[in-house]
Structure formats: structure tokens, C-alpha cells
């Protein structure tokens, strides 16, 4: 008999047991009041997260040894997979991306159970019981309804399925891990905020131990999304790097939330105001997390990304969301009014008044977002009809608050944390605000192939933030002891936030400059025939057939002259895998460029030796994933701040 399903079984169900001791220890300590069960329950994660870390290394060489008595490795792998898509598809299906969520709580937890100490025993219990019942609820859903051990009763294959075409790709080997490190990790801001209204009181000692577990999950989350969206570009082959889709905005909902959080807490934190707005925001980012792992689980919506289609498996997540999600609001409705009025008062017209602005601005885009996600899957449940909500509707309610979250980080970053007069204000930093305009709109009218008026709203915006961070950065400096001097008085998490922000008006500026300016021809070549295509001189050099480990490929040679004389050879294919001989997947074939990239696809052949063949230029599209650095740059150097400048 196989001992891999027992082991993988065996440990996930001790493990289960763990969270369930862990949880029901802490509600000992907290009714007992007994420093001897909260230091009992600190010692439990780490035997947890050895369980799943067992079950996870178990399930990693079930599928390197291509042990098809395991159903789950006979339905996403097979002898020809190469090993590193081999080792990646543990998370490339539904039952092992569930066992990633939870070794990723289990180490969340652990991380925790490091970097608590300072805090109260009794509030460390808190945070640990409620990690613990979410543990063990996640691994009741995996044990009770998508165990990656099942193993087959009868006749094993000899050799297994395929793993997902679009999976087998290093972006997706790293997409969903760091995108789940995102998705766990905010269950820490979760479990604090039960915990601070489970305890009915709270003190800034909360507040500062939650802020790398709100910055780094951000920080991850950030990443994870930036690398679905360059995987969307260059793997799906047509070029676009951000579709709408439902599983793609299940990844951006906690992310527009969690900006609110960052700022929020920083407020909490540094001021002692909005301590019940942290604690909503904190409940409301898990609360995002969750409800995207029941669109991509659930099967109430169709994507490339989603893993499951099972109703039954759907309805249990939906029921964790609302045990969950719904036990967290209803504590809030309950309890929230204490922690308002130890929030202390500020004005509008400050740097806090704005900050609180931004999080306002998130928690919107946010909120459209969803609307937009959600409104046809209500819909089709109540047979109200069938209605696709697209990129139209999302560009048109996101631009907006967009333009206007902009303008408010560039303000908020100016004000002091005091009451500030209007008119002064205007006075001193109007220019900076007129001259950012009218660079915007040289910029626009002399460099960009047309003005429009889009574009030149967000150019104009992007500088503002530019130059309101880098004014602020002269002014500290000057203060400190001149630019060498005072610089190296500067805090770390100061240099975070001029990152962050020049970080996002970066990729704010890539978006709507390549959607707005992107060229695509769509051409008939023949091997040998050259095209201009704009600026550029296309030569179809060679079509040729070659064969990768697991599949065969059509692939086409170009040769692209810029206009700088510069020749780049291109080469595009058409991919059919072993077990999808009859479906083509398209690889793309891009070559960067700082201002703009020549994205090519190769298409059908349409008769007479031509093929088709789709040419796009795509300018400042690279500035959008520069961006995203940024903003990860930003938040993981906000983490650090012993200097108060």
C-alpha cells in the first residue's frame, strides 16, 4: 500500500487538531485568566505549521517521484512535465493551492508568535485563538471536501493529466504564493481586530505590533498582483495587461482596501485617531481576501485563473466567509463604539484629514469594483437575466477616483498634522501645482502622437505627486542640515512613502499613456515579405516547427528594424501541449524597450503561404510592473523607522 496518502492524510488532520487545541486553549486563558494556558497556546503554532509543512514536502515529492496513486498528481501532472512545472503544480489546481492557504497561515502565525512578545499575554492569546479556529476551519474545508491525498480505490494510471498550459510558466511558479502571502497575511489584521474588541479596550501597544503585518502583506499582495498582470501580457498573447476579469479583481479588492489600511494605521498608530476605522478596515481586508478565494473556488464564474468548479466546495467557502467575516462585524457592531471615543479629534485641512481621504478613496474604488464583479453573478443566481460587465464600465467609475486620489496624496503629503489655513497653503504650493499643469501639457502636446485630455488630467496629476514629495523631501532636508546632511537624518518609513507615491503616479502614468497611445496592426506575410508597420520594417525570415519536452510548436522568425536602425529578431509560436492537441496556445513574443515595447503574435495561416501575424507597439507599458517595484520598494522601507524627521 501506498504510504503517501497516509502521510499526507495523517498529517492534515493532526494538524487540524492542532488548530482546534490552539483555539479552544486561548478561550481557556481568556475565561480563566491563566498566564500558564496563553503561554501553552504561543508554543502551538509552531507544532501546527511542522504538520503542514510535513503535508506540504509530502505532496511535493508525491509529485516529483510522478506518484499517480495520488488522484491529485494524476490530474496535474505527467512524466513529460518538466520538474520545476512539475514542483509548482502542487499549487497549480484547487486542492493544493487550499493546502498553500493554510502552510501559509501556519507561517503567518509562527511570524506572530515571534514578534509578539511585547505584547500582553492575554492579548497574544486573543490573536492566537483566533487564528487557531481559522486554521482549523480551513483545514476541516480541505480535509472534508479537497484533499490533495486522495488516492484512487482501483486501477492506477500509468501516467497523469496536464497541467494547465498557462500555468507552465515561471510567473505563474511564483505568481501564487506571493500573491497568497498577500491574501493570509491580512488574517493577522483580522485576528487583532477581534482581539481588540474581544479584550473592549486598546492601547497604541496593538497599533504598533500590527504594522509589518499590514505593510508586508500589502507588499506582497502588490507584487502578486503586478506579476498576474505581466503574466496576463505577455503569456495570454494578446497583449493586454489587464483585463477585468472577475479572478483578476479578486486580487485587486483587497489591495484598494488594504491602502486605506496602510494609511489608517498610520494615523492609529502615530496620532491615536481612527482606531475604529483600523479596526473596520482590518476586518474588511480579510474580508476581500476571502471573498476572492470563493470567486476562483467557488465555479460561480468562468476565468482562466479559477481552479474549481464544484458548487458544493463553493457554498462551504461562502459559509466560512460569513462565520468569519459576519462573527467580525457583528463584534464590531457590538463593541466598535468603544474604541471611537478614544480616537482623539483633528481637522479636515491636515495631513490626518487627508490620509483619512485617501483610505475614504480606496475603500470607493474598491467598492465599484466589486459592484461591478459581483452585479452579473447576483443577477444570473436570480434568473434576472445574463449581462457582462467589461473594461468599459471599470475604466470609466476607476478613472475618477483615480484622478482624485492623485490629486489628495499629492495635498495630504504637503499638510502638516495640524489644522493648516487654506490660503496660505494655496499660496506657497499653487505654483508648484501650475507649473505641473503646463509641463503636463507640453508634455502631452509635443511628445505624445495626439492630445487628449485623459492623458493630460493624469500627466498633470503624476507631476503633482512628483513634485509634492519632492518638495517635502527639500523642505525636510533643508531643516536637517542642508541635502547630505539631512538626508541621512531621514526616516526610513519617509523614504518609503516617497517611493510608494512616485511608485503609483509611475504606473498610473504607464496605464493610461498605453491605452491610450498602443498601435496594433493586424498583417498577411509571407516567408520572405517585408511590411512597414509605422516606424518599424517587419521581414517574415522563416515559419519552422520545434518541439519543447511536453509539447510541439509552430514558431515564427521575424525580423524587426526600429527606428534607430537597430534589427531584433522575434519569435512567436503557437504551442500544442500533449493533452490539448487541439487547442493552439499563443506565445507572444515582446521585446522591451524603456519608452515602448514591439509585442508580436503569430496567428492562423490563411492560405497561399501567408500567415497572420499581429504587430502592437505598446508605449510606457513597462513604467506600470517600474511602478509596482516602487511601490514594493516603499512599503518594505516603511517597515523601518527609528528617526522621527
Not at 499517480?68 to 505527467?78: D, G, K, L, P
Not at 497561515?105 to 479556529?133: C, I, N
Not at 504551442?575 to 521585446?591: D, L
Request: hydrophobic share 55%.
Amino acid at each position: 500500500m501506498n504510504s503517501i496518502p497516509t502521510i499526507g492524510q495523517g498529517m492534515l488532520e493532526l494538524a487540524l487538531l492542532m488548530g482546534v487545541f490552539q483555539g479552544m486553549c486561548a478561550s481557556l486563558g481568556v475565561w480563566r485568566k491563566s498566564p500558564l494556558f496563553f503561554r501553552l497556546t504561543a508554543l502551538t503554532p509552531y507544532f501546527q505549521f511542522g504538520l503542514l509543512s510535513l503535508a506540504f514536502l509530502t505532496l511535493f515529492f508525491a509529485f516529483l517521484t510522478n506518484d499517480f496513486s495520488v488522484i491529485y498528481v494524476a490530474e496535474h501532472s505527467n512524466r513529460l512535465l518538466p520538474i520545476r512545472y512539475r514542483l509548482s503544480a502542487v499549487w497549480g489546481g484547487h486542492e493544493g493551492s487550499m493546502l498553500l492557504w493554510v502552510w501559509i497561515l501556519g507561517a503567518w502565525t509562527v511570524a506572530f508568535a515571534v514578534k509578539s512578545r511585547e505584547l500582553p499575554l492575554d492579548f497574544q492569546g486573543r490573536v492566537f485563538g483566533v487564528l487557531g479556529f481559522l486554521s482549523a476551519l480551513f483545514l476541516w474545508f480541505i480535509v472534508g471536501t479537497s484533499n490533495p491525498f486522495a488516492s484512487y480505490e482501483g486501477g492506477i494510471p500509468l501516467d497523469g493529466g496536464e497541467l494547465n498550459p498557462l500555468l507552465q510558466d515561471i510567473g505563474l511558479i511564483l505568481h501564487p504564493p506571493l500573491l497568497y502571502l498577500g491574501y493570509v497575511g491580512f488574517s493577522i489584521p483580522f485576528a487583532f481586530a477581534v482581539a481588540v474588541l474581544w479584550k473592549g479596550d486598546a492601547t497604541l501597544l496593538w497599533a504598533k505590533a500590527l504594522r509589518p503585518f499590514v505593510l508586508l502583506p500589502w507588499s506582497f499582495l502588490t507584487v502578486g498582483v503586478a506579476l498576474g498582470s505581466w503574466w496576463a501580457y505577455y503569456e495570454l498573447g494578446w497583449g493586454g495587461w489587464w483585463f477585468w476579469d472577475p479572478v483578476e479583481n479578486a486580487s485587486l479588492l483587497p489591495w484598494l482596501v488594504g491602502i486605506g489600511l496602510v494609511h489608517s494605521l498610520w494615523m492609529t498608530e502615530r496620532r491615536n485617531q481612527l482606531q475604529a476605522w483600523t479596526v473596520l478596515l482590518s476586518i474588511f481586508t480579510f474580508a476581500m481576501s476571502l471573498l476572492g478565494t470563493f470567486l476562483v473556488r467557488s465555479g460561480v464564474l468562468t476565468s482562466v485563473h479559477a481552479f474549481a468548479s464544484d458548487p458544493e466546495r463553493g457554498i462551504f467557502i461562502l459559509a466560512l466567509f460569513g462565520v468569519t467575516v459576519g462573527g467580525g462585524l457583528w463584534l464590531y457592531a457590538a463593541r466598535g463604539r468603544l474604541l471611537a471615543r478614544l480616537s482623539m479629534e483633528f481637522h479636515f485641512f491636515s495631513k490626518e484629514g487627508f490620509m483619512l481621504l485617501n483610505t475614504v478613496l480606496g475603500v470607493m474604488a474598491a467598492a465599484l469594483v466589486l459592484l461591478g464583479t459581483l452585479y452579473p453573478i447576483i443577477l444570473e443566481a436570480f434568473d434576472l437575466g445574463k449581462i457582462s460587465v467589461g473594461p468599459p464600465y471599470f475604466n470609466k467609475v476607476f478613472t475618477p477616483v483615480v484622478i482624485l486620489l492623485l490629486f489628495s496624496m499629492g495635498i495630504g503629503v504637503l499638510l502638516r498634522s495640524i489644522s493648516e489655513p487654506f490660503m496660505p497653503f494655496a499660496k506657497k504650493h499653487g505654483a508648484g501645482f501650475v507649473a505641473s499643469v503646463c509641463a503636463a501639457f507640453l508634455i502631452t502636446y509635443f511628445l505624445a502622437p495626439s492630445f487628449k485630455w485623459l492623458v493630460w488630467s493624469m500627466i498633470s496629476l503624476s507631476a503633482w505627486v512628483v513634485w509634492s514629495v519632492l518638495f517635502k523631501y527639500w523642505e525636510k532636508v533643508q531643516r536637517a542640515g542642508g541635502v547630505w546632511k539631512g538626508t541621512l537624518k531621514l526616516s526610513p518609513r519617509f523614504f518609503g512613502m516617497v517611493l510608494a507615491h512616485l511608485g503609483f503616479a509611475m504606473a498610473m502614468l504607464g496605464a493610461v499613456w498605453v491605452i491610450a497611445y498602443e498601435v496594433e496592426h493586424d498583417l498577411s506575410m509571407k516567408i520572405g515579405e517585408r511590411q512597414q508597420v509605422g516606424s518599424l520594417r517587419i521581414e517574415l525570415k522563416d515559419i519552422r516547427t520545434i518541439t519543447g519536452p511536453n509539447y510541439m510548436a509552430i514558431q515564427g522568425v521575424l525580423d524587426v528594424t526600429k527606428p534607430n536602425h537597430e534589427e531584433v529578431i522575434l519569435m512567436p509560436e503557437k504551442r500544442f501541449y500533449k493533452s490539448q492537441a487541439n487547442s493552439a496556445m499563443t506565445e507572444a513574443a515582446i521585446h522591451p524597450g524603456f519608452f515602448y515595447d514591439i509585442y508580436i503574435s503569430l496567428g492562423e495561416p490563411i492560405g497561399e503561404g501567408a500567415w497572420a501575424v499581429r504587430i502592437q507597439t505598446k508605449p510606457l507599458v513597462r513604467w506600470i510592473w517600474l511602478g509596482a517595484i516602487l511601490i514594493l520598494a516603499g512599503g518594505v522601507l516603511a517597515l523601518f523607522s527609528r528617526r522621527r524627521i
